[in-house]
T-cell receptor, first 112, second 113 residues
Framework: DAGVTQSPTHLIKTRGQHVTLRCSPISGHKSVSWYQQVLGQGPQFIFQYYEKEERGRGNFPDRFSARQFPNYSSELNVNALLLGDSALYLC???????????FGSGTQLSVL | QKEVEQDPGPLSVPEGAIVSLNCTYSNSAFQYFMWYRQYSRKGPELLMYTYSSGNKEDGRFTAQVDKSSKYISLFIRDSQPSDSATYLCAMSQLTGGGNKLTFGTGTQLKVEL
């Protein structure tokens, strides 16, 4: 079975632009979470979605938003990009919200 | 003070050595404890998952949790060069809403021939 897949793998944007990152969970997994990992740090929780509903939100500004689709895939949107948004964005899926999380390989976002 | 503290390393050991990786935490509500392995420019890979104090063994890996001391460890026996990676501890608490993981900063491990 395929693992969590994310696209694109790499992305370069300039300050002020908008970006959309995409994630497909493992087949049979209904919950998707997003994490931000800055170089040299552990991942930081951004959002969790389950059955298209937001189940949790981390300490990130309103420029960050997400949604989950009926097929359980998900998008993370970031508006008005800042240099500090440069990071590896990780998507993780689980069968149910409180079960083990399995991560994708991430999208490396560089903001210039 | 961070909720989860982890020595960033780097830690360098010879092949075949026993490796000990550790994390401490301050939030007594944490009930689930995980160790992830992350290779450079890749996503974290789940190694161990436990929710009780004590030891859990899986092949060359042993996870140890001491809730009274708020301390968790990962032991790697017979370490191999392929074990060279960053090891992240993570923990979460049971909530009605979902599963937010709180990670340590990660320990960079290098196993040398």
């Amino acid at each position: 079975d395929a693992g969590v897949t994310q696209s694109p793998t790499h992305l370069i944007k300039t300050r002020g632009q908008h970006v959309t990152l995409r994630c497909s969970p493992i087949s049979g997994h209904k919950s998707v979470s997003w994490y931000q990992q800055v170089l040299g740090q552990g991942p930081q929780f951004i959002f969790q979605y389950y059955e298209k509903e937001e189940r949790g939100r981390g300490n990130f500004p309103d420029r960050f938003s997400a949604r989950q689709f009926p097929n359980y895939s998900s998008e993370l949107n970031v508006n008005a990009l800042l240099l500090g948004d440069s990071a590896l964005y990780l998507c993780a899926s689980s069968k149910e919200p409180n079960e083990k999380l399995f991560f994708g390989s991430g999208t490396q976002l560089s903001v210039l | 003070q961070k909720e989860v503290e982890q020595d960033p390393g780097p830690l360098s050991v010879p092949e075949g050595a026993i490796v000990s990786l550790n994390c401490t935490y301050s939030n007594s509500a944490f009930q689930y404890f995980m160790w992830y392995r992350q290779y450079s420019r890749k996503g974290p890979e789940l190694l161990m998952y436990t929710y009780s104090s004590g030891n859990k063994e899986d092949g060359r890996f042993t996870a140890q949790v001491d809730k009274s001391s708020k301390y968790i460890s990962l032991f790697i026996r017979d370490s191999q060069p392929s074990d060279s990676a960053t090891y992240l501890c993570a923990m979460s608490q049971l909530t009605g809403g979902g599963n937010k993981l709180t990670f340590g900063t990660g320990t960079q491990l290098k196993v040398e021939l």
